[in-house]
């Protein structure tokens, strides 16, 4: 009797210190875990500005559909207007205006470009997308197709109207 309550004491007291050694070891966070954070912030810095314009009111200084291109708008929200530019029936590019007023981080990205387009501060994010800032706008050219390069993004970049919308408030 003696020898197994001796036993189950010492069990309990191995379990103790198990238990509070693993409680107390500091786990190295994982990327999982990192980037689970940066998206959680990211989630709560994400809400909608009650100052951001309507989509609706972004639509009118799109470029038109012409030649042989077709503008089919796709998305439309507060701060945010998207549209499909097709031609022959494929879309070969996405055009969009954004209102930076909710992620102001995005403008600071226009502070040392050295490039313009319009007069207005210019950048290339990757080789599929150009970009301009207008003011609290960001107008973006998106290539969905590998024939619709760089010239082209720029091209339709300046067929915004762009000096309007820098007067949008």
Known sequence: ???????????SLLLSVLLLTTACTAKAPNRFDQVQQESTKQKSG??????????SKLNKFFPTGEDDYDRIY?????????????????VVAQLAIS???STPTVASKYANSTKEIDGYPAVELGKT??????GKYQVKVIS???LF????????????DLDGLAKLK
């Open 1 to 11: 009797m003696i020898l197994s309550r001796g036993r189950r004491i010492l069990a």
């Open 46 to 55: 994400q809400a909608v500005s009650k100052n951001a314009t309507q989509g």
């Open 74 to 90: 796709t998305q439309e929200k507060k701060g945010f207007s998207e549209a499909n530019l097709k031609k022959d029936g494929k």
């Open 99 to 101: 209102d930076t007023t």
């Open 129 to 134: 997308q150009t970009s301009v800032l207008v």
């Open 144 to 146: 969905k197709d590998p």
């Open 149 to 160: 390069n760089s010239s082209d993004r720029e091209d339709w970049i300046e067929k915004f």
